[in-house]
Every structure is written in C-alpha cells, then in structure tokens.
C-alpha cells in the first residue's frame, strides 16, 4: 500500500528558506502514471495547492508562489522535495505531500490521490 | 484561476439524517469532448490529511460507503451524505481539475447535531 512521509525542521525563521522532502513507500515515484505534489493548509484555513513534479524533474508551480518555490525528485531514494525560499509567517502551515493522478497532460493537472500525514512549520521572527 | 464557492461553511445534522453540501465554480468544468466534469471530493477529519472521496464529480473511491454520492455537472455539484454517522463528521472540500492550477472550496464542515 502505497505511503508518503513528510520530513523537515518544523521551524524556520522569516526570510530564510523552509525545506521538506516526501519519502515514497510501497510504490516508485519513477512512475509516468502520476506527478508528486506539495499541498498546505495555515492554521484553521483551506487548502492550497503548491506544486507538482513529475519522475523527469518537469515542474509545475503555483502562479502566485513560482517565484519562491523549487521542488525536485530523487529516483534512487524514491523521494521528492520542497524548498520554498523567503518565508514568511504567511507561509506557516501543515505541509502535505501527495501523489497526483494525472487527468491532462500539459498543462498538468490532477486530483490528489494519496496523501502523506502531513508536517506543520511554524515560520518565526 | 477557477474559483470554487461552497455552501454551507458548516451544518449541524442529527445521526441518520441527509446532509447536502453544495460546490459551485466560477467557470464550467465539464468537458464535452470526453463528457465529464472534473471535479473531486475530499473528507478531512480532525488531526488527520485530507482523503478523496469521489472523482469525476460522481465516482466513488474504493472503500468510500454508498451513503456518500457525487452529483451535478457543468458549474453545480453536491455531495450528499443520505444517513449521517458518527464517522462522517469532517470537514469536506471539493477540489477541480479542470484547469491549472487546482483550486480548492473554502471548506464545509458537518457537525453532528
């Protein structure tokens, strides 16, 4: 059964760069079924989706976070990563990682299908 | 990017009764070339991530009880819980795959009255 599991620091002070990375288990994430995706929740608040990479370090990010953000893959530790740059308190939330299922090709787009349990980060000053 | 509204934020349901949650988006997301709507539910528990529920607006994940069924199409859809139980109570979103990047509702929790 397929598992996704969050690691980082769950603090990181404003303006310097929070990094987490998603180890894969019970699947390969050198699959061209599905993208690997970050999604994060603030405190009380909805969810929103960071961005995705695909087994071929293709990226996509959101618009309003592209600036700041880089995700990579790693095949050989069957893991994937997130590294947003700059953060602010703004940016404090539960981090999900999560295995997309691919509906369209480019742009890409998918639904979330399998989630990680999740890793709060406090941003602080 | 495609908005999506929910409505209620949140209901208060006695165990065994319906409870209707209601997801509308700024734009169609039905595609005609293929006949589907691109639209996802999640539940999300308290402490816990979110899981799918339902895809293509009316699909049902494995293992997801019939209680729970995805309806509507183009800019309306509902998700309805037709015998509220004590392990429905959660928080619901709905999620469309339509256009990039995903947009997400705000959230409608169900609460047991």
């Known amino acids: 059964q397929l598992q996704l599991q969050e690691s980082g620091p769950g603090l990181v002070k404003s303006s310097e760069t929070l990094s987490l990375t998603c180890t894969v288990s019970?699947?390969?994430?050198?699959?061209?079924?599905?993208?690997w995706g970050w999604i994060r929740q603030p405190p009380g608040k909805g969810l929103e989706w960071i961005g995705s990479?695909?087994?071929?370090?293709?990226?996509y990010y959101h618009p309003s976070l592209e600036s700041r953000v880089t995700m990579s893959v790693d095949t050989s530790k069957n893991q994937f990563s997130l590294r947003l740059s700059s953060v602010t308190a703004a940016d404090t939330a539960v981090y999900y990682c999560?295995?997309?299922?691919?509906?369209?090709?480019?742009?890409?787009?998918?639904?979330?299908?399998?989630w990680g349990k999740g890793t709060t980060v406090t941003v602080f000053s | 990017d495609i908005v999506m509204t929910q409505s209620p934020d949140s209901l208060a349901v006695s165990l065994g009764e319906r409870a209707t949650i209601n997801c509308r988006s700024s734009?169609?997301?039905?595609?005609?070339?293929?006949?589907?709507?691109?639209l996802a539910w999640y539940q999300q528990k308290p402490g816990q991530p979110p899981k799918l529920l339902i895809n293509?607006?009316?699909t049902r994940e494995s293992g997801v009880p019939d209680r729970i069924s995805g309806s509507g199409s183009g800019t309306d859809f509902t998700l309805t819980i037709a015998s509220v139980q004590a392990e429905d109570v959660a928080i619901y979103y709905c999620?469309?795959?339509?256009?990039?990047?995903?947009?997400f509702g705000q959230g409608t929790k169900v609460e047991s009255k």
């Open positions: 999560a295995r997309l299922t691919i509906v369209m090709a480019w742009p890409p787009n998918y639904y979330m299908e399998v």
């Open positions: 019970g699947g390969s994430v050198n699959s061209r079924s599905y993208y």
């Open positions: 990479v695909y087994y071929s370090g293709k990226t």
């Open positions: 734009q169609s997301i039905f595609y005609t070339s293929n006949n589907k709507n691109y």
């Open positions: 293509w607006a009316s």
């Open positions: 999620q469309q795959f339509y256009s990039s990047p995903p947009t």
